[in-house]
């Protein structure tokens, strides 16, 4: 049973993210995404300050066997990116909810985040997805 | 084993291979030169004939091994075959000569086309696709060009089954396409449903296989064609699958209106360890104002390449010649050896043997994708069942069949079917080699039930073990450098 | 029938097997009335002693010509080693290593491949192989536009120098992507593009410049300037090479401060015959911040589970079968078995026998214009410096020239008249290190004899009433 914080929200593509105090929001891969992809080889990150809009294909994850995209969560415009993945990429695959975050943005409107799913709702998705 | 750049010793080369005297340099302006010396081995004749002979022992291959690839059709490439194709007259004759002088091969181009056409029921055929995918782009694009040519813009989207080859949606992007996704229903058929609600005015055409990538033939293919043609679309056969309905059944026939062949799965050219192949196209009259250059004419006189005044709305071209030339003589002169009889021949002992294979591995356990479908020239196991038991995958099966000297099935296509392995024996293999494979099979199902691990560590006795790929990806040691480079 | 094994017995016993008492039955699952009813209408098989005459009498009509013709296929001396080797049942038929631990031979030989011709063009990596220059060209100028991170409009730059059969299978494949090519012309007089246009071009906004050397003519472009140029203007530098050259002119990962950036050609020079044209292969190399835009198969040098050296094919998340329709491009099959040739090749030769086969073409080429210059009426057509080619004016038309030469054995080069204005006559001549001295005389010998009509010289007139 994977690991699916609480406190986070999430997608049914298996993103998570988590509000900061400071307003913007964090983005990363669920421990379910990355254990379905296995060991990461290589992560393509989005430039800084580009404008993202909801859905929108922002990352690029790359294991030995599949190439999955990222959707951003919600829109908004980029302001900081994981540079430490681009020489260690496994750092998604051992710590998905903390080192691992993929990149952080001020959103275009915070209430966008109440669309996405909670923890439970999430669950919920993974089990469908199982059958 | 050693590179060939660490037996490398400075001024060594095959004396009796370079031309005999030169002057030491050209008068070509030094601005021009090169300053540094390109790092190409530098060896004795000997050492590189036993270099690349002593690498060849280390693969597998038809020729030495048993090699079921699904959807790859490994069946014997005759020598004589790939001798023929190699006297000097054909060897040495370059893409640009004069068509009086190249009579010979123009004949063999234009009766490879005839008997194509003839083959899969189509009105017309161009060569030049250098691979099956080459051929998917080219079809796509024709397909294009019809709908421009009557005024249709509109069509954005190529419909294709989630089963289909990783080809298909590639060439279909490479033509600016939408690919819309059709799931395929339990019994192995396209999902009609699915279709009618993917189908729209939308729609350009759906690129199908049949038999499809689950070894199993699309029975309802003449209710598809009725509802892809209604909707103004058209239909793209996939023809990696050909072996097992040459001789018996005509895409033509069925309702498509263009395809490919691949000549390195049917037509028995060579595999080469990874290429070259062929994907000639074919079409009927809908289309055949845009096939692909060059084309090979018969005049009164004899035969002539076509030009783009016989074709003014072809697609375009290809390569830079005539596409994968070699490739057509080697699938014209296998062709010429079957004749009538033997194609017919092909498909009914490729398919004979299938299903023997199928029926054999039922009988001792394993798990068909689709038991109550026929086999085509291939079909699918499933192992999903051993590895909730042991822990046991697909690739654990395909690495273990090495150490009992097989090379293994396609592993994980399709990817519809979990943990699979899609076997495709051919017709070339004898019924010894099919109950050998299924011993093989049922011996590691044992090992599997008594000593998992020794299956899941497989190869044991290949020149290397399992190879890191996470390592290899990460690392992308990709061009040898030595110490005396950094 | 040829090549199938099964006897009467087999096929009963196999049918008993399964409780089927036809091979009929087989197909039982296709509708009636798609099933063929007769035998397709092609003629009846043959077995090999059959097939081997009618071939031998097919392959005799087209031997026994001496080749002076280049543009982008050239007659060079194979040794007997290469497809002896390459010839092996275990290169030959073999197919794709997608189970390293079964492919280690062949996948070494893709590394030790790889390694070569990055070396050749002086960059960082390589990939196995893509179809041919033409289309390796097509590849190299998406991939130069999926890279440039700072241009996004659809034009990419091209000598008019470049390849007119190159130029054809690019547009074909670039046209759906809707990327225009715009031509940056070349000076008749020099056959090379002059720099200074460059200044005068209105716009300078572009993707990429695709820059050919040697150049279509044989002449060699001022690659630094242009390279340079390019990258001021934020291009990437799509280079399309000649391998033989490369052993003697500045590689593409050298021109300029910075280096081309994509480089490609096709190999067929390096040990392939001239067989019409394929197979042969593509050959793809670039700087190494652009791999994972690079198409086609990768060979990695990685360890097994013991430590032990071994190779797989790496990158593949790029590739058509798992990235399906977001692949970098459609490729799956490749010219593999031609890369084995190339690297056998390369091997004999190395790096001093590849330069002294490159010389020998260039001298050879050099001999040939000198002598050709004791005959008035024809003349060297430009004043580039060029590379085992170059274009021969005439004083009249091209093809019947080529066509009266052919009837003496003797293919004396390429006619240029589709890609030239209406007056001129250029012939585009190749001299390998095949030629011999009897080879050239001969070539100079058809000339004198045929350009008596026209403005010919006083030797070959004085011949002509000799030999009356």
């Known amino acids: ?131 | 084993m050693n590179l060939i750049f660490d037996i490398s010793r400075e001024g060594r080369f095959a004396h009796a291979q370079a031309p005999d005297t030169t002057p030491a340099t050209s008068d070509i302006p030094s601005h021009l030169l090169r300053q540094t010396k390109p790092r190409l081995p530098e060896v004795s004749e000997l050492q590189v004939v036993r270099h690349f002979t002593r690498l060849s022992q280390k693969n597998f291959s038809i020729d030495t091994h048993f090699y079921p690839l699904g959807s790859c059709t490994m069946k014997y490439n005759p020598k004589g075959v790939h001798k023929l194709a190699s006297l000097a007259g054909f060897a040495q004759r370059h893409p640009l000569a004069p068509e009086a002088a190249s009579q010979g091969i123009l004949q063999c181009l234009y009766d490879l086309q005839t008997m194509l056409a003839e083959i899969t029921g189509m009105q017309a055929v161009s060569l030049a696709p250098m691979a099956g995918a080459q051929g998917e782009f080219a079809g796509v694009a024709m397909i294009r060009a019809y709908h421009e040519a009557r005024g249709d813009f509109d069509r954005t989207e190529i419909i294709v089954p989630d089963a289909a080859h990783g080809t298909n949606p590639a060439s279909a992007v490479m033509c600016n396409y939408q690919v819309k996704e059709i799931p395929t229903g339990a019994d192995g058929d396209i999902d009609i449903e699915a279709l009618k609600a993917a189908l729209s005015e939308k729609t350009a055409g759906i690129m199908l296989t049949n038999p499809s990538t689950l070894g199993v033939f699309e029975r309802r293919i003449a209710e598809v064609q009725k509802l892809v043609h209604d909707a103004g679309a058209l239909l793209y056969y996939d023809g990696a699958n050909f072996n097992a309905v040459l001789g018996k059944v005509r895409p033509g026939d069925m309702g498509f209106d263009v395809l490919h062949l691949n000549l390195h799965k049917t037509f028995a050219t060579p595999h080469g360890g990874g290429g070259p192949g062929a994907g000639p196209v074919a079409v009927n009259d809908k289309l055949k104002a845009y096939l692909p250059l060059p084309l090979v004419e018969k005049t009164n006189t004899g035969y002539r390449w076509s030009t783009e005044k016989d074709l003014p709305e072809s697609m375009g071209q290809l390569s830079a010649f005539a596409g994968n030339v070699g490739i057509h003589l080697r699938a014209y002169i296998y062709a010429r050896m079957l004749g009538k009889q033997g194609m017919q021949r092909v498909s009914e002992m490729a398919v004979l043997n299938a299903n023997y294979l199928q029926a054999r591995l039922k009988d001792a356990g394993f798990v068909l994708a689709y038991p109550d479908r026929r086999a085509t020239h291939e079909f699918i196991i499933t192992v999903a069942d051993q590895t909730k038991a042991h822990g046991v995958k697909a690739m654990d099966y395909a690495k273990r069949l090495l150490d009992y000297g097989m090379h293994a099935p396609t592993v994980y296509f399709p990817l519809l079917v979990p943990e699979c392995l899609l076997i495709e024996p051919t017709e070339t293999e004898s019924k010894e080699t099919l109950d050998a494979f299924v011993d093989a099979m049922i011996a590691i199902k044992q090992e599997v039930e008594t000593d998992a691990t020794l299956v899941k560590t497989a190869p044991h006795t290949m020149v290397v073990r399992r190879l890191d790929d996470v390592r290899a990806a990460r690392l992308l040691d990709l061009v040898y450098v030595d110490a005396s480079c950094q | 029938m040829p090549f199938i094994p099964h006897t009467e017995n087999d096929i009963q016993s196999m049918l008993e097997a399964m409780k089927l008492s036809s091979v009929d039955a087989l197909f039982d699952e296709i509708p009636v009335s798609l099933m063929l009813k007769q035998a397709l209408d092609v003629p009846n098989g043959m077995n090999e002693m059959s097939i081997t005459r009618l071939m031998q009498e097919r392959a005799k009509k087209d031997e026994g010509y001496a080749c002076f013709i280049g543009a982008g296929a050239y007659d060079h001396h194979i040794p007997a080693a290469v497809w002896e080797l390459a010839s092996r049942g275990e290169f030959l038929t073999a197919y794709t290593p997608y189970q390293a631990e079964a492919s280690q031979g062949g996948l070494q030989v893709l590394y030790e491949y790889q390694t070569m011709i990055a070396s050749l063009t002086a960059m960082d990596v390589a990939n196995a192989s893509l179809y041919d220059g033409a289309s390796a060209l097509a590849e190299s100028v998406l991939m130069a536009v999926r890279c440039n991170k700072k241009v996004k409009n659809n034009r990419v730059f091209f000598l008019g120098t470049l390849s007119p059969l190159y130029r054809k299978a690019v547009d074909t494949i670039i046209d759906p992507q809707g990327i225009e090519l715009i031509e940056i012309p070349y000076s008749t007089t020099t056959g090379v593009v002059d720099v200074s246009v460059l200044a005068h071009l209105q716009e300078k906004d572009a993707n990429a410049l695709i820059i050919q050397q040697p150049n279509f003519f044989g002449c060699l472009e001022a690659v630094d300037e242009l390279t340079d140029w390019a990258h001021h203007h934020n291009m990437l530098v799509v280079a399309a090479v000649n391998p033989t050259a490369l052993a003697l002119v500045t590689p593409p990962g050298e021109w300029g401060e910075r280096g081309a950036d994509i480089a490609c050609g096709d190999g067929q020079p390096l040990g392939i015959p001239l067989a019409s044209g394929g197979p042969s292969f593509g050959f793809l190399t670039c700087k190494m911040p652009l791999i994972r835009q690079m198409p086609g198969r990768v060979v990695g040098r990685t360890l097994d589970d013991e430590g032990k050296q071994g190779f797989t094919l790496t990158l593949q998340a790029r590739e058509q079968h798992i990235r399906r329709a977001k692949a970098k491009s459609n490729i799956c099959t490749n010219q593999g078995l031609l890369v084995v040739a190339a690297a056998i090749y390369m091997s004999l030769l190395g790096t001093e026998g590849l330069r002294r086969v490159a010389l020998a073409c260039h001298n050879n080429t050099r001999r040939l214009v000198e002598k050709l210059k004791t005959i008035g009426s024809v003349s060297l057509q430009f004043t580039s410096p060029f590379f085992h080619e170059f274009v021969l004016a005439l004083p009249v038309p091209v093809k019947p020239l080529i066509d009266q030469a052919a009837e003496s054995g003797l293919l004396i080069g390429y006619d240029l008249k589709p890609f030239i204005a209406d007056d001129e006559h250029w012939l585009l001549v190749a001299v390998t290190e095949t030629k011999t001295e009897e080879d050239l005389d001969r070539f100079v010998a058809f000339f004198k004899a045929h350009l008596q009509g026209s403005s010919a010289s006083k030797e070959q007139q004085t011949s002509a009433e000799a030999a009356k």
């Open chain 1, 1 to 131: 049973m994977s690991n699916i914080p609480e406190e986070l929200k999430y997608t049914g593509t298996h993103e998570w993210l988590r509000q900061e105090e400071d307003g913007s929001v964090t983005v990363g891969v669920t421990d379910h995404g990355q254990c379905m992809l296995g060991d990461l080889v290589f992560v393509e990150l989005p430039e800084e300050d580009i404008e993202l809009d909801k859905n929108q294909e922002c990352c690029v994850l790359e294991s030995v066997k599949a190439a999955a995209d990222i959707y951003s969560p919600i829109a908004g415009v980029v302001t900081e990116v994981n540079e430490a993945l681009t020489g260690t990429p496994d750092i998604v695959n051992r710590s998905p909810y903390d080192e691992g975050w993929l990149y952080r943005m001020m959103p275009v409107d915070e209430k966008d985040v109440t669309n996405l799913l909670d923890a439970a709702a999430y669950r919920d998705c993974i089990k469908a997805e199982a059958h």
